[in-house]
């Protein structure tokens, strides 16, 4: 039998392997986190002597996670998402109020929705109403007063010294490897809908540089932007998360397009105890994650 009172998982060692698993190796989660490799995987490694099993198979094209591996990480994300609520839950106050969210669909579907849930167990007595909708509309809509707080996307250069920076993504230009270009007139684009900055930037300072485009292909989810993408339909911009095997990245005949930030950004309103609290679960998570996980 084994002796569970001389082993112990600690919860630290649980978050370096998960922040190992989004970030897709010991190098990233190290940058990520802000420790160094040896750190990381001196964390792994104290894992691996406390189950007496290996969790990662080190092993050059292999898989990054061995079965037991798996299984742990299974574990990690329910026994860290109790422990941060334990420790929530004994330290809370008695909040009341009402907060308008909102969200960007891929930050939606990402552990924001896990803290949200958190959150309104915590605190019974906020509402919290959340919109789902693109960057651009977002944007707009925290100007006007009609959010309190949201997650979006903005380019880098437009980040302001009052967001929070929650994650950087490059974009990319991608096409299908046997999509021919031609050397002159318009190229096909294909685009997401008029709400999206990606879209704006391509058509105004893209089409400045001398890159004309023609869209052809409208599509509000990148899902459906990566399918048209495949079947060699035109080109598109995609973050880094989108990118999928088949596809090619693009540097010629177009200006580079500048780099992603997922932000946490506020409206002017002033602040009250509920707000400030919801924005520091978000941003407490996210850090001790070492980045915003979305999903590809």
């Known amino acids: 039998m084994v002796d569970l009172k001389s082993r112990r998982l600690e919860i630290d060692a649980l978050r370096v392997l998960c922040?190992?698993?989004?970030?897709?190796?010991?190098?990233?989660?190290?940058?990520?986190?802000?420790?160094?490799?040896?750190?990381?995987?001196h964390k792994v490694r104290r894992l691996e002597e406390a189950l007496?099993?290996?969790?990662?198979?080190?092993?050059?094209?292999?898989?990054?996670?061995?079965?037991?591996?798996?299984?742990?990480?299974?574990?990690?994300?329910?026994?860290?998402?109790?422990h941060d609520e334990a420790l929530l839950s004994l330290t809370r106050k008695n909040l009341t109020g009402r907060i308008l969210l909102g969200l960007t669909e891929d930050t939606a579907l990402s552990d924001v929705a896990r803290i949200l849930a958190r959150f309104r167990r915590l605190?019974?007595?906020?509402?919290?109403?959340?919109?789902?909708?693109?960057s651009l509309t977002l944007?707009?809509?925290?100007?006007?007063?009609?959010?309190?707080?949201?997650i979006l996307q903005v380019f880098d250069h437009e980040v302001r010294?009052?967001?929070?920076?929650?994650?950087?993504?490059?974009?990319?230009?991608?096409?299908?490897?046997?999509?021919?270009?031609?050397?002159?007139?318009?190229?096909?684009?294909?685009?997401?809908?008029d709400a999206c900055f990606y879209r704006q930037w391509a058509m105004d300072i893209g089409q400045d540089e001398g890159a004309l485009l023609e869209i052809v292909f409208e599509c509000s989810?990148?899902?459906?932007?990566?399918?048209?993408?495949?079947?060699?339909?035109?080109?598109?911009?995609l973050n880094a998360r989108h990118l999928r095997p088949s596809m090619e990245i693009v540097d010629t005949r177009?200006?580079?397009?500048?780099?992603?930030?997922?932000?946490?950004?506020?409206?002017?309103?002033?602040?009250?105890?509920?707000?400030?609290?919801?924005?520091?679960?978000?941003?407490?998570e996210v850090t001790r994650m070492g980045g915003l996980a979305l999903a590809g």
């Open 123 to 134: 605190h019974p007595h906020v509402a919290v109403r959340t919109k789902v909708r693109m």
């Open 221 to 237: 989810s990148a899902a459906g932007i990566a399918t048209a993408v495949e079947a060699g339909m035109g080109i598109a911009l």
């Open 161 to 193: 010294p009052t967001d929070t920076v929650l994650l950087r993504e490059a974009l990319h230009w991608v096409r299908a490897p046997d999509l021919a270009l031609p050397d002159s007139g318009p190229l096909p684009f294909l685009s997401f809908d």
């Open 139 to 150: 944007r707009t809509l925290l100007e006007q007063g009609e959010l309190d707080l949201a």
């Open 254 to 284: 177009l200006p580079a397009p500048p780099n992603l930030s997922y932000i946490l950004r506020r409206s002017r309103r002033a602040h009250d105890l509920a707000l400030d609290s919801i924005a520091a679960a978000i941003i407490a």
């Open 19 to 41: 922040a190992v698993q989004q970030h897709g190796g010991i190098t990233r989660a190290a940058e990520a986190l802000g420790i160094t490799q040896s750190a990381v995987s």
């Open 52 to 82: 007496d099993c290996p969790l990662m198979t080190r092993r050059a094209g292999g898989p990054m996670f061995t079965a037991a591996g798996r299984d742990l990480l299974d574990y990690a994300d329910r026994i860290l998402g109790l």
